[in-house]
């Protein structure tokens, strides 16, 4: 049983920094991809960023340079660094995981394990 339970959020202001973590227990899936998505109420939900076993991140465009990813394995521990952030960064973060590596065309709806969120305000 994945669970996955984030921290870390809180209130900036822009410019400011953040980082969230993520505690995975009960995850022993050879190979996989973690991510954190967010999402404003009312919106869709948008991937942020992925980490995959082997190593390989992807960021969305529009963190890209402002954001970093890593994983801690003697930790079982996902980050996301934010830093220089934006008030349209303002959205819950949820720390999310998929069971193999990151297939092409990742969707938000397509991790299988999710956190319960935290909460990131940027003002």
């Known amino acids: 049983h994945v669970q996955l339970v984030e921290s870390g959020g809180g209130s900036v202001q822009a410019g400011g920094s953040l980082r969230l973590s993520c505690a995975a227990s009960g995850h022993a899936y050879p190979s996989y991809c973690m991510g954190w998505v967010r999402q404003v109420p009312g919106k869709e939900r948008v991937g942020v960023s992925t980490i995959e076993s082997y190593g390989r991140v992807t960021y969305l465009d529009s963190v890209n340079g402002r954001f970093t990813i890593s994983y801690d394995s003697a930790k079982n521990t996902l980050f996301l660094q934010m830093s220089s952030l934006k008030p349209e960064d303002t959205a819950m973060y949820y720390c999310?995981?998929?069971?193999?590596?990151?297939?092409?065309?990742?969707?938000?709806?397509?991790?299988?394990?999710w956190g319960q969120g935290t909460q990131v305000t940027v003002s």
């Open positions: 999310a995981v998929f069971p193999f590596d990151c297939p092409n065309g990742l969707r938000p709806d397509d991790f299988k394990h």
